[in-house]
């Protein structure tokens, strides 16, 4: 199928050439359908104490993620090499399974970026200079001299491997106390747009450049602007061209910016949206619940595809485009009038999750991995200041070392959700056949004919998750027995039967099985495994083996794609708990392992996967902190091979470089640069036995 996307391509770029005077091909040509499944993502994170890129992936992984949102700014490669990230990424792709990854670009070096201070700005511009030199030279390589041409190329060179989606510039409209909607009949200011405090042309020549370049070396990629959140910049996206001067259509700058993206990538964030003014009341009315919540990401997307319409973005005049979520969620506790809680944030994480499926969102990435504080009391109300820092599927990763990490109820949903429903697709016909009453809310999941339905009571309530409705499968399905499973599935492994007539739902999503037989499977007490002396070894317990054939032992290195190893044959109800155990070498420094729980009639289920990784202890680092004249580094075992440190400013400035070799702890004074260094943070960065770690570090 690739192939066929190459070709169809490249006959796209002859036909184009012959008919245009070489014009290349756009977004106004063509999109090529998104064929992958559907992505549960996350964004990344920087904790201190000890973590690192790859550790950080891991429980990205770990909590049901198949996809990254990882960054690889241009002052951050100029400062550590092109290839810093390299062996990481390698991680995340072979090790982890992790595809389909979306990076965003930006952040020029000091001798890349464009130092103009435009006007209505007391900064120099964000962007990068040279963004009109010729992006090609005559012999069609990309030109050094156009600082973003060559730096999307030499990403697209060393990571092309590992990246589909390019974004540009994150939250390019991000803005402060703007009318927003002067956007729809002007080009927003420089001043208006905090991200990049430059001119709005110079926004779109920036997707051009990316657009041109990723289709030539990569174009079975996407292009996409950085998570915007405003239809009005994306209004003005489709309303100008990267002409400096006016933004109008020339010879030279043919296409307007919709030409030059055939994804869009959006960030809601909808606490912020659930209240509206009453006239009746004269006052706020509130609809402060995960239901409105996520109706809230439809509703966004929604008014994204109006404008792409407007603009003949239809599928008739112009391809349709492609969207993607790459930052969402709410804040688990109360913020001013917005309302938090767990059971708000994991509903809502779920329920967005499923809708966007419904709605023809390809990836959808929670904000963020981890909390960066420690959760206050249920009834609390925190400040503004800590309402981005309660949004994770992990709690406080600044407190929690590698291998302490604790999911929150987010963390176990989303785990729940990725486990029970990756790889099936949303199936609208099965759906419609299930008559869903008004108060109820979900979707039928198809993968090859097999089933899962996602079901809950839609909530009118305010300040609440405490609803339940009644459903009943359709009768013409002739099931007998509905397998239930809820929001911590992931961590319980509990299935619960019971009739499919008059199932009481809650706020809180169910996932169901329907089966045509009144038994069940064995009840799975618990599933434990870990590597002893050089073999992976399993053991699980269970009750009610009534019906139960045998167990299927299945072994995944990337966590997705399981495969049957073994097969354990069931006891039988004997006595009220059954143990069990397998055993096998383990080759893999990490594997994933689950049981396929199959009853007499073949039907069957799947426990929880477990992970088990080698026994050698894995590498981590301690650094005192803060410094004063020497930075002194520990490591958790000797290095295989040289070690290097690097010490840079926040800019991205490097200060100092340091290597040793065969030793697990050391000091550095960076040829005593440490003591004319300013009192502030500063970044510490540690090459070590394939893993790179970096944290902030502070001069006292």
């Not at 106004?28 to 998104?34: E, G, K």
């Not at 990481?88 to 072979?94: D, K, L, P, R």
């Not at 959808?364 to 249920?378: C, Q, T």
Request: proline residues 4%; contains cysteine.
């Amino acid at each position: 199928m690739k192939n066929f996307y190459l070709h169809l391509i490249f006959l796209l770029f002859i036909t184009k050439s012959i008919s245009t005077s070489a014009q290349p091909v756009t977004a106004n040509d063509y999109v090529r359908p998104y064929t992958e499944k559907f992505d549960y993502g996350s964004n990344m994170a920087a904790p201190s104490n000890g973590w690192s890129d790859e550790t950080i992936a891991g429980i990205i992984r770990n909590a049901g993620g198949t996809s990254l949102r990882p960054t690889l700014p241009d002052h951050f490669v100029e400062t550590w090499g092109i290839d810093i990230r390299l062996n990481a990424f390698n991680h995340y792709s072979t090790t982890l399974g992790i595809k389909n990854m979306v990076c965003f670009i930006e952040g020029p070096s000091s001798a890349h970026q464009d130092k103009t201070v435009y006007p209505g700005n007391t900064e120099y511009s964000k962007l990068f200079s040279n963004l009109y030199e010729p992006i090609w030279n005559t012999d069609s390589s990309v030109n050094q001299n156009n600082y973003f041409a060559y730096y999307v190329y030499r990403l697209i060179q060393t990571y092309g491997n590992y990246i589909s989606i390019w974004e540009v510039v994150n939250e390019p409209d991000f803005t402060w106390g703007t009318d927003i909607s002067q956007w729809l009949t002007r080009a927003p200011a420089p001043s208006e747009t905090v991200n990049m405090l430059a001119p709005f042309y110079h926004y779109i020549r920036m997707l051009r450049i990316t657009w041109e370049v990723v289709k030539k070396f990569n174009p079975n990629d996407y292009v996409t602007p950085g998570g915007i959140g405003y239809t009005s910049f994306l209004d003005a996206l489709l309303r100008y061209t990267d002409n400096p001067v006016d933004g109008g259509i020339t010879l030279a700058y043919p296409n307007k910016g919709g030409a030059y993206f055939d994804m869009v990538s959006f960030h809601c964030y909808p606490g912020y949206n659930l209240r509206y003014w009453n006239n009746s009341i004269g006052d706020f009315s509130f609809t402060r619940n995960s239901d409105f919540a996520a109706a809230e990401v439809i509703k966004l997307k929604n008014s994204f595809e109006t404008v792409l319409q407007n603009h003949g973005y239809n599928g008739v005049t112009y391809p349709k485009k492609h969207f993607i979520v790459t930052e969402t969620n709410v804040s688990r506790r109360t913020v001013d009038w917005r309302h938090g809680s767990d059971e708000m944030q994991r509903n809502y994480g779920i329920k967005a999750l499923v809708l966007a499926q419904k709605n023809d969102i390809r990836q959808v990435h929670l904000y963020g991995v981890a909390e960066s504080m420690n959760a206050p009391s249920a009834s609390a109300v925190i400040s503004e200041s800590e309402e981005y820092r309660l949004m994770g599927m992990y709690e406080n990763l600044n407190r929690d070392a590698p291998g302490n990490e604790k999911l929150t109820q987010l963390g176990t949903g989303n785990k729940t959700t990725s486990m029970l429903l990756y790889g099936y697709s949303y199936d609208a016909s099965r759906t419609d056949e299930m008559n869903l009453p008004a108060d109820v809310d979900g979707g039928a999941f198809n993968n090859e004919g097999e089933y899962i339905y996602v079901l809950w009571a839609k909530n009118p309530g305010d300040a609440t998750e405490d609803f339940s409705a009644n459903y009943s499968f359709p009768s013409s399905w002739d099931p007998t027995i509905a397998q239930r499973m809820e929001w911590n599935y992931s961590a319980t492994g509990t299935v619960v039967g019971q009739a499919p007539q008059g199932i009481t739902l809650s706020s809180s999503p169910s996932f169901f099985r329907l089966l045509p037989t009144n038994t069940l499977p064995a009840t799975l007490l618990n599933f434990t495994g870990q590597k002893q002396n050089g073999r992976a070894v399993l053991r699980w317990s269970t009750s009610n083996e009534q019906t139960t054939s045998r167990f299927e032992v299945q072994r995944a290195q990337d966590g997705m794609n399981f495969s049957t190893i073994g097969v354990v044959k069931a006891k039988g109800n004997t006595s009220p708990v059954q143990e069990y155990y397998y055993t096998e070498e383990a080759s893999a420094s990490l594997m994933h392992y689950r049981l396929k729980i199959v009853d007499g009639n073949g039907s069957y289920r799947y426990s929880h996967s477990i992970l088990i990784t080698r026994e050698e202890t894995a590498q981590k680092i301690w650094v005192v902190n803060p410094f004063n004249n020497k930075i002194e580094l520990k490591l958790a075992k000797t290095p295989s091979s040289k070690v290097e440190v690097y010490l840079s400013d926040l800019s991205g400035k490097l200060i100092g470089r340091e290597i040793f070799y065969n030793q697990n702890a050391a000091e550095f004074h960076f040829n005593n640069k440490l003591n004319a260094l300013s009192r502030g943070v500063y970044l510490l960065g540690v090459n070590v036995d394939g893993q790179t770690f970096s944290m902030k570090i502070v001069k006292q």
